[in-house]
């Protein structure tokens, strides 16, 4: 393709996307009722919100890593909120409410399959499901309307940050909502500046992630505002990780040999830089690879072995988990805006998306998943049309293979699942 048509067909999809994104935000400025699909009662918003809870929304269960980051941080004094642990977690005070976007996953591959469109107009229906009160309870086969509301937003998903957190911001401005958000990936680029020295830095995300260049933007940023200089970024878009460390199995592959065959990319990747320093800094840049931290390291190792890869990489790797970073920015974010808790009232609540129960014409898969083809073939602006419906995440609606990895990663986040 030549470079003009290139351009042309960029330009025409940053068009429709922001068209689809000024839809979402029409749309719910004419449904002040919050109880049609993809609407919110913004007047909720005009009382005092301290007391609501937080939402963490991700494509699917992945961003429950960056819940048990907030659920176990302990770097504040909570009375002082000044810096240093005190053994109580930061956020003791506060309860959460996560959706993980299961249905409509993974958000990886819309960038392939030409729908950043669509992928940006989920990313603003994740929010606005948050942010409402509608859900559907799957005992009565019927929607309710007594979901609370959020005070803030953390966007757990790299990809729903890399190409969503924008959008989100300018809809919150639009509707005149005191939320706050924040995303993985300007969290994620202020830990490479915490520990960052003179190597280069790698990447490990989605394809979509990487196709969106955010982490090379946001890094180059935050560490030029800083004043320090910024480094190479190189970066390796794996289109299996996930879906391998989830057990899946449409993914043959097992984790190390997943992990060997990436890392080896990122290397070669790296390699084309002529003069590139050594790289010293990974940013594990998809919400499921801090659950693997270890063969990734050990993937590097092997590969450090190796005359050919020597020269590529430092002695030892810095590994920043955006989670960790979200927790912090987070307790920030809610202190400077004075909205922690005074007490938090009720439990956690968690929800996931399934392909609608009432809905005949839906393609499926045979494990009752959205056939590939229509879900990476939908076009944004079809408001009144809901694919999906948001049912309570419990312990049995999560797959098994994943059920175990939280079982066994994540203990905060297990303890609080209903069976
Ligand atoms: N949660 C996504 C991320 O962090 C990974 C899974 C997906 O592609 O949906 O980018």
Known sequence: MNVAKHTLLLLIACCQSLLGAVDVVEHVRAHPAGDVPFSLDRSVFATDTRDLPIGVFDSGIGGLTVLEALLTLDVFHNETMKPGADGVPDFAGERFQYFGDQANMPYGNYSSAGRTDYLRELILKDAIFLLGKRWF???AGAFRQDKPPVKALVIACNTATAYGIDDLREALKAWELPVIVVGVVEAGARGVLAGHDQGAVGVLATVGTCAS???PRVIGQTLGLAGRSVPLVTQQ???NLAGVIEGDP??????PERCAVDARELLLTHAQSVGAAPLSTVVLGCTHFPLVQEEIDRAFAALRAQPQFRPLLAETLRYVNPAEWTA???FREL????LRAREAHGADRFYLSIPH??????PLTADGGLEKDFKYGRQPGRLEVEDTVNVPMTRARIPATTRALIQRRLPEVWRRLAE
């Open 328 to 330: 912090r920015e987070l």
């Open 250 to 255: 449409s993914f043959p592959e097992t984790v």
């Open 237 to 239: 878009g794996s289109p």
């Open 357 to 362: 129960p009432l809905r005949r014409d839906l």
């Open 137 to 139: 309870d799957p005992e």
């Open 213 to 215: 260049g955010a982490y």
């Open 335 to 338: 202190a400077a805006a004075r």
